[in-house]
T-cell receptor, first 114, second 114 residues
Framework: EAQVTQNPRYLITVTGKKLTVTCSQN?????MSWYRQDPGLGLRQIYY???????DKGDVPEGYKVSRKEKRNFPLILESPSPNQTSLYFC?????????????FGPGTRLTVT | KQEVTQIPAALSVPEGENLVLNCSFT??????LQWFRQDPGKGLTSLLL?????REQTSGRLNASLDKSSGRSTLYIAASQPGDSATYLC?????????????FGTGTQLKVEL
């Protein structure tokens, strides 16, 4: 089954404790990205990757890091989480160079930073 | 900068009613527009994708239209059911620049009552 998976689905952590949220897709998509969803603000893009070893900032990249060492994986790293990073996070992927560029989303990771 | 607006923010209708959800965007140079459904605390389910060259797409009781010149898209739900209760999000991908980033509206929360 074609899908985007994220782990963990739920995470409660404390300020300053480094964490990684994993994202993996099995559709051989080149493009992957991370979004966060907050009440009243909708989904906003954090980082994206056009392909392996190619990453760039989205609209709200502060406090986050990413890496793309393999095509299928795109982990989101919070080196020193803060309470304002409490949010619902989504990973997405799409195939580039081929219309219609439909985006597929993972199930979401709900992060709480205390 | 692309901005996407969805009105109303919330809508409550009796079962069986036909309804229309609205989405407007400021930059008419979009490549495609996707409609998603999100259940509380859950991920995003893609409902329909309309490419810029299309005027509408249909899937079952759902019909989405796109009018680039007016910067509007609508999602029509026929014969609504309680199971349609969810938040509906629209998101546009720009035709130039922005890579594959989707710009999301903040959603319309729909409740279909018995």
């Amino acid at each position: 089954e074609a899908q985007v998976t994220q782990n963990p689905r739920y995470l409660i952590t404390v300020t300053g404790k480094k964490l990684t949220v994993t994202c993996s897709q099995n559709m051989n998509h080149e493009y992957m990205s991370w979004y966060r969803q907050d009440p009243g603000l909708g989904l906003r893009q954090i980082y994206y990757s056009m392909n392996v070893e190619v990453t760039d900032k989205g609209d709200v990249p502060e406090g986050y890091k990413v890496s793309r060492k393999e095509k299928r994986n795109f982990p989101l790293i919070l080196e020193s989480p803060s309470p304002n990073q409490t949010s619902l996070y989504f990973c997405a992927s799409t195939k580039t160079g081929e219309s219609p560029y439909e985006q597929y989303f993972g199930p979401g990771t709900r992060l709480t930073v205390t | 900068k692309q901005e996407v607006t969805q009105i109303p923010a919330a809508l409550s209708v009796p079962e069986g009613e036909n309804l229309v959800l609205n989405c407007s965007f400021t930059d008419s140079a979009i490549y495609n527009l996707q409609w998603f459904r999100q259940d509380p605390g859950k991920g995003l389910t893609s409902l329909l994708l309309i490419q810029s060259s299309q005027r509408e797409q249909t899937s079952g009781r759902l019909n989405a239209s796109l009018d680039k010149s007016s910067g509007r898209s609508t999602l029509y739900i026929a014969a609504s059911q309680p199971g349609d209760s969810a938040t509906y999000l629209c998101a546009g991908r720009l035709a130039r620049g922005g890579g594959n980033k989707l710009t999301f509206g903040t959603g319309t929360q729909l409740k279909v009552e018995l």
